[in-house]
């Protein structure tokens, strides 16, 4: 009789399990018909803009600006400058980084200066008679968002702006961390 | 108890009696043989039980006597000379189950034969269908229970790739999918269980969502050689089949467990297939496997982020009357899979960086964990399949599949906003849904002819939501195949052929309005193959065939940058379908101490579809990126996959395995990138004699050596190729038996020699080397309790 009762038991069992599990169905919830709005990869970066303020006040203040509001491929950038500055002077610069596929455009610099700690710009000039230094700090490093230009003699040549991402390995220096902005503005110093 | 008991010894006895005169009448009937009358005659009818309807060519046989004769197209006989008394008329037709009847001579009535349909005869054709052809042929490579023993705990790709022109295409240590003669992704099919998988397979990085404890048998068919299941076999099919419910009451259960040390991973899988005498026509079967394992390491540290983790479940239950069948199959497939930290790179000046070795990802330690980068993959599967035999040889199958796949890719950072951040959504989510219908007809005349003729409907919607990487899509397919098989002694034929028609029906948002556009392609495709056995040493084959393939939404749509690699992808929505000739030998030679085999091959693809650099490159806010774009040139892919097995003396052996391939395209003859090098495999095993419940115990050891693919396209390329390498591999296994069960064991152990290396398959070989020396410890456990 004992045997007969684990058959019958074994028998439930497998039914049971047969029919939960048939009846478990996952879905998909969206309509192939109506994709998404915009392709949207969360804070994209589409804008960085430079913003130059003469500390002295004689010369006007400049902007050089990046921007490709479609984001990685599509179009080409829409606007990408090149840096006028003057020589012999001294000016603060702020970097101001936009996701401009969202409307209002989305300020990721706040960001940025939020996660501070996990932030650092780093800039990279060939040729042009300039010095860069980061003023503002997180704290323990820099971050760069804030930074005095100071150029010399009249020149041509780049300035390299890198954002890295450096999430618990930041170091104070530009090594560490994924790349999130690189762009190689051209840059003109006259007289 | 003792009333039965008492019931039983009775009944015992009245048998042991009956026996007893049937004996003496027997006896009797011997003794007066000569005396009586021998001069009667009997007529019979032979029915089918369930129909009523006659059987034709039945044999029908009086043993005792060695008279026998067959029924004709009527199912009517008649035989003569038969003395008085009892005799046993036996009744067989294939197909149907023996029958016997004692009758007593003289008769005047028809004796009507009820004969009833044997469910296990088409269950013999069945497999067959299902499990493409019992033995290798020409262009079919088979991996049996035994094979499969020594790969348990490795994905369905690892296991695989000691199988002649069958490789990994790699992601890092955790992701591989299948690549058969240089081809892979859409390329080749897989059938899982029957039924034909469909997942996110257009991906390189899209390791086949599919269970391979599970499977009884692994099938692989090379190029045309597997048309049946579908136009696009370009580079060939693969068939995952599970063990056949089992239909005689009963209980089997099997245990697979596994441990590896690099990594410390565990794997446990069970399956039960119960069928209970009360309720003979029902099967069930429940199997589920768990697995985990952690960082693996390289000879010089552990990997970070490289652990993994998968649950999966499986649920069928069989049906079986006579003249039909119903079945129903429930699998459901989960995982997490870390993906290497230090892979994931922002714009080519950190990929740079990494490959000089400048920007390497501070040393980790082991752990479990799974962190971002990861994917998690859900696949899930409903299957009904109902077959009803319609004639003596002839059967009709109808198989009805859903399937559900998700895929969320989640990204090595999280978004700066911590309120998005917080929901830790996937950057990247794509689901895709298919369902598909089959009826196939398969009719069998003789021993020498089978015709099978079938169609097919898929229905399929994809979409996704995150990143952008391919459109959401509808797919709409049909098709109708026809397939004859001859076969004598000697020489075997196939031929089938097919047409299809593809709909692929395209979404996008373009300037704030939904956009569609049908891409629809149709063609037909059709393949033969010949096999034929010289004498019993030597048999020759011959595999040819067309086949096509539609392209996929991501050779049409993909606009978008790949972290992995550093590189920009783009699609062409102008491109056509890709039709493929492929041609194959095969030369088999066996004797007692001997078996070769040679493959060549020869396939040429028109209009071959891959991703050809191009500039100038694209600007982004992360710098520039080299860009890549799908373009179509014609290709030839030619090569040769050879196998030696020799018996050496003191029970030792000795396989040697080739797989050769060369990849260009048509016209300028320039390599082919992405193609794997030439891998030579050796091993020696020593085979030692049963010793008391051990069974079949052995030692294996053996060398793999993959060449440097150094045939590769001029300038597109970051790193160049790996160089060769050596792997030194080891086993030690034996099986155990104890009363009605058996115990496998094994332990091996891979990269015994710890080497430093890298593979040209793998999409990671930029940023780390491989694994290094792993063992595996393995146990297999089967029971089976019939009653």
């Known amino acids: 009789m004992m045997k007969k009762h684990h058959h019958q038991s074994a028998l439930l069992i497998l039914i049971f399990f047969f029919l939960t599990s048939i009846s478990a169905c996952h879905k998909d919830d969206e309509s192939p018909e109506t994709p998404q709005e915009t392709p949207n990869e969360e804070e994209v970066i589409t804008t960085c803009k430079l913003v130059f303020t003469d500390v002295s006040g004689t010369t006007i203040d400049t902007i050089a600006v990046y921007r490709d509001p479609d984001g990685d491929g599509g179009n080409a950038p829409v606007q990408f400058d090149t840096i006028h500055l003057h020589a012999s002077t001294t000016y603060t610069t702020e970097i101001i980084l936009l996701n401009e596929t969202v409307s209002p455009a989305d300020s990721i610099s706040n960001e940025v200066l939020e996660e501070s700690q996990d932030h650092l710009f780093c800039f990279h000039v060939v040729d042009a008679n300039v010095s860069i230094t980061r003023t503002d700090s997180d704290g323990t490093f820099e971050i760069g968002l804030q930074s005095e230009w100071i150029t010399t003699t009249a020149s041509t040549g780049t300035v390299t702006v890198t954002l890295k991402h450096q999430p618990g390995i930041k170091d104070g220096t530009c090594d560490p961390g994924d790349t999130d902005v690189e762009i190689q503005f051209p840059m003109v110093i006259v007289e | 108890m003792t009333p039965s008991l008492e019931y039983f010894k009775l009944k015992h006895h009245a048998q042991s009696a009956r026996f007893y005169v049937l004996m003496l009448i027997n006896v009797a009937f011997l003794i007066t043989k000569t005396s009586a009358q021998c001069d009667f005659q009997i007529n019979g009818i032979v029915e089918d039980a369930e129909t009523q309807l006659p059987v034709a060519y039945a044999m029908v046989e009086i043993k005792a006597l060695q008279l026998a004769t067959v029924a004709d197209s009527t199912g009517q006989y008649t035989l003569h000379g038969l003395c008085n008394g009892q005799v046993i008329i036996t009744c067989s037709r294939i197909g149907f189950i023996t029958e016997e009847v004692e009758i007593s001579i003289p008769s005047d009535s028809l004796i009507r034969h009820k004969i009833t349909f044997d469910p296990t005869f088409f269950s013999s054709v069945d497999i067959e269908s299902s499990k493409y052809r019992k033995e290798a042929g020409t262009g079919i490579s088979i991996l049996d229970k035994e094979n499969l023993l020594s790969t348990k705990g490795l994905s369905l790709s690892d296991q695989l790739e000691n199988v002649p022109g069958v490789y990994g295409l790699k992601t890092g240590t955790g992701i591989s999918k299948p690549v058969i003669h240089g081809l892979h992704s859409s390329r080749v099919l897989i059938y899982n269980n029957g039924i034909r998988h469909e997942g996110q397979q257009w991906g390189s990085e899209h390791a086949p969502e599919i269970d391979p404890n599970l499977a009884d048998q692994i099938s692989i068919a090379y190029g045309a050689a597997g048309l049946r299941y579908g136009h696009d076999v370009i580079g060939g099919v693969i068939l995952v089949e599970p063990a056949e419910i089992r239909r005689i009451p009963g209980i089997t259960a099997e245990l697979n467990t596994s441990g590896i040390s690099n990594g410390r991973g565990g794997m446990f899988s069970g399956e039960v297939q119960a069928n209970f005498k009360k309720l003979k026509s029902l099967g069930f079967m429940l199997q589920g496997t768990f697995q985990q394992n952690g960082n693996i390491q390289t000879p010089h540290q552990y990997l970070d982020n490289t652990g993994n983790r998968g649950l999966n479940y499986a649920t069928g239950i069989n049906f079986n009357k006579s003249r039909f069948g119903l079945h129903f199959f429930y699998s459901i497939y989960n995982a997490d899979i870390g993906i290497y930290s230090g892979s994931h790179t922002g714009n080519l000046t950190d990929l740079q960086h990494i490959i000089e070795g400048t920007n390497l990802p501070s040393t980790t330690n082991f752990s479990y964990h799974i962190g971002r980068p990861k994917q998690h993959i859900l696949h899930e599967l409903h299957k009904v399949r109902f077959h009803y035999v319609t004639g003596i040889n002839s059967k009709l199958e109808i198989l009805y599949a859903r399937q559900y796949n998700l895929r969320e890719e989640y990204d090595k950072h999280i978004p700066r906003n911590d309120s998005i951040a917080g ?61 004859y098989e001859w076969q004598n002694k000697y020489t075997k034929i196939e031929s089938s052929a097919r047409y299809d028609i593809n709909d692929l029906m395209i979404y996008r948002v373009i300037n704030q309005s939904i956009t569609n556009k049908k891409h629809g392609t149709a063609n037909f495709a059709f393949a033969s193959t010949l096999d034929h056995k010289i004498n019993n040493i030597v048999q020759v084959g011959i595999s040819t065939g067309r086949t096509w393939r539609a392209m996929q939404a991501n ?88 196998m030696l097995n020799v018996k050496l003396p003191f029970e030792m052996e000795a396989r040697l395995n080739a797989s050769i391939l060369r990849a260009k395209n048509a016209k300028d003859k320039t390599f082919i990138s992405q193609m794997p090098g030439d891998r030579y495999q050796v091993s020696f095993i020593k085979h030692f004699s049963n010793l008391k419940k051990l069974t079949k115990p052995k030692i294996v050891v053996g060398g793999t050596y993959v060449n440097k693919q150094w045939r590769v396209a001029d300038n597109n390329d970051y790193l160049p190729p790996p160089n060769a390498y050596v792997l030194m591999q080891a086993e030690i296994s034996t099986g155990i038996q104890i009363k009605k069960s058996t115990l496998h064991i094994s332990l091996s152990a891979n990269n015994l020699l710890n080497e430093t290396y890298r593979d040209y398959m793998n999409r990671f070989r930029y940023f780390s080397d491989e694994a290094g020396r792993n063992f595996t410890l393995r146990i297999t456990y089967q029971i089976e309790n019939n009653r």
Do not use: C, M
């Open chain 2, 555 to 642: 050779e049409l749509y993909s606009n978008g940058l790949h972290h992995g690699a550093a590189s920009f992808e783009k699609g062409d929505s102008t491109l056509q379908q890709e039709i493929s000739w492929n041609l194959l030998g095969s030369l088999r030679l066996t004797t007692k101490r001997l078996r070769a085999e040679l493959n060549p091959y020869f396939q040429f693809i028109n209009e071959f579809t891959y991703l050809l650099p191009q500039t100038p490159p694209i600007l982004t806010i992360r710098g520039a990126f080299p860009v890549f774009v799908y373009t179509q040139k014609d290709a030839i892919l030619k090569g040769t996959d050879a």
């Open chain 2, 423 to 483: 929901l830790n959504n996937p950057e990247l989510k794509l689901e895709i849904t298919t369902h598909s219908g089959d009826v196939s007809w398969l009719i069998r005349r003789g021993s020498r002819h089978t015709f099978q003729t079938g169609a097919r409907g898929v229905y399929q919607a994809n979409t996704y939501e995150g990143r952008f990487v391919i459109p959401n899509y509808e797919r709409f397919s049909y098709g109708a195949f026809v397939l």
